[in-house]
């Protein structure tokens, strides 16, 4: 996957509370974050589909969402 401007995003990471069977994951690559000031996200089951470029304050929100959720 590339950014808008062509940028390649490598370096995806899964999830904490992923398990080893799969089931509802999401990665993240923190390396584009941090040089970037966009958090990209996408499905782990569809690592080639689109990824969600999230603000930092939207991936914190997201990853609290997340954490106090029974979904």
Not at 24 to 40: F, I, K, N, T
Not at 46 to 71: C, D, K, Q
């Amino acid at each position: 996957m590339t950014d808008y401007t062509g940028t390649p995003v490598t370096g995806w990471v899964s999830s904490s509370y992923s398990g080893p069977e799969g089931g509802q994951c999401v990665q993240w690559a923190p390396g584009y974050a941090d040089a970037h000031s966009l958090v990209p996200v996408r499905d782990s089951k569809n690592p080639g589909g689109p990824a969600l470029m999230l603000t930092p304050e939207s991936w914190t929100g997201l990853v609290e969402f997340a954490r106090h959720s029974e979904i």
